[in-house]
């Protein structure tokens, strides 16, 4: 089992920037593929940014692309998303997932989920 832990949301105004966390326990990131969900109200969730562990490879969104960036740290088996020029198109609940293999854009593929954080952007 893995567990998913993230942290660091909250209210920032539109072109801020936050720093979500996303700590994994239980089990390393080392051979999971570790992604980025957000879900609004009344939408369906979906897909922001993921990373292969062991390869280094990450995909985004496209409306992320430039503003989003997810980063690690393998010491402390945690994955970051950095969120700069922030647009209030961007609240939502932020949730860090893992899975093994699978089609990353896809909620349905992940094992374990986190229990969410809070991004509020204000215009």
């Known amino acids: 089992q893995m567990q998913l832990v993230e942290s660091g949301g909250g209210l920032v105004q539109a072109g801020g920037s936050l720093r979500l966390s996303c700590a994994g326990s239980?089990?390393?990131?080392?051979?999971?593929?570790v992604a980025w969900f957000r879900q609004a109200p009344g939408r369906e969730r979906e897909f922001v940014a993921g990373i292969n562990w062991s390869a280094g490879s990450t995909d985004y969104e496209d409306s992320v692309k430039g503003r989003f960036t997810i980063s690690r740290d393998n010491a402390k088996n945690t994955m970051y998303l950095h969120m700069n020029s922030l647009k209030p198109e961007d609240t939502a609940v932020y949730y860090c997932a893992s899975m093994l293999r699978g089609n990353w854009r896809i909620p349905s593929m992940y094992d374990y989920w986190g229990q969410g954080t809070q991004v509020t952007v204000s215009s």
């Open positions: 239980g089990r390393t990131f080392s051979s999971y593929v």
